[in-house]
T-cell receptor
Framework: GENVEQHPSTLSVQEGDSAVIKCTYS??????FPWYKQELGKGPQLIID?????GEKKDQRIAVTLNKTAKHFSLHITETQPEDSAVYFC??????????FGAGTTVTVRA | SAVISQKPSRDICQRGTSLTIQCQVD?????MFWYRQQPGQSLTLIAT?????????ESGFVIDKFPISRPNLTFSTLTVSNMSPEDSSIYLC??????????FGPGTRLTVL
């Protein structure tokens, strides 16, 4: 089955700086890559996703890049704010709707 | 998108008992899923809830322990049976409208004593 690795496990950034989280996947058939943000005591919230026919996607301060050849994808958050502090999960799917999740990254934005 | 609610939001149960968790979606969805998230860990798929038929379970999860129902396109239940402290987790319901996007409920926080 699909194996998704996520790094780093924790990330501390100064407010206003950028944060980058990287994931690799094992199944070359994977074609859908969502990112979720989970705040304490809440369910995961879909914040951005990318499909295998696209190399990059942006939505305001967040962007995701995909390198199919290397089988890795990354989340970029620019101009970080305290409300960006949360656990972020990457995931991959082969199109059967089942998601395989990375281990998660705890992001702390220091004011 | 879909808005998903779960009941109960949390519960504390005695070992050997069972708990049924309800998941309600505000619109008809194609797929519904149940995940488990152990404390401080990632999400693991338990099963796909199939409307009108038996759920499809992932490796390591069995129907006798986690019976699932999905009587219609907006509602599903997960029962955690014969609970032990190892079942203490967050149980999450998710739904997809058929475009790969998957939305999650707020979770049910279960503690088994």
């Amino acid at each position: 089955g699909e194996n998704v690795e996520q790094h780093p496990s924790t990330l501390s950034v100064q407010e206003g700086d950028s944060a980058v989280i990287k994931c690799t996947y094992s199944d070359s058939a994977s074609n859908y890559f969502p990112w979720y943000k989970q705040e304490l005591g809440k369910g995961p919230q879909l914040i951005i996703d990318i499909r295998s026919n696209v190399g990059e996607k942006k939505d305001q301060r967040i962007a995701v890049t995909l390198n199919k050849t290397a089988k890795h994808f990354s989340l970029h958050i620019t101009e970080t704010q305290p409300e960006d502090s949360a656990v972020y999960f990457c995931a991959a799917s082969t199109g059967d709707y089942k998601l395989s999740f990375g281990a998660g990254t705890t992001v702390t934005v220091r004011a | 998108s879909a808005v998903i609610s779960q009941k109960p939001s949390r519960d504390i149960c005695q070992r050997g008992t069972s708990l049924t968790i309800q998941c309600q979606v505000d619109s008809q969805v194609t797929m519904m899923f149940w995940y488990r998230q152990q404390p401080g860990q990632s999400l693991t798929l338990i099963a796909t809830a199939n409307q009108g038929s038996e759920a499809t379970y992932e490796s390591g999860f069995v129907i006798d322990k986690f019976p699932i129902s999905r009587p219609n396109l907006t509602f599903s239940t997960l029962t955690v049976s014969n609970m032990s402290p190892e079942d203490s987790s967050i149980y999450l319901c998710s739904a997809s409208t058929g475009t790969n996007e998957q939305f999650f409920g707020p979770g049910t926080r279960l503690t088994v004593l």
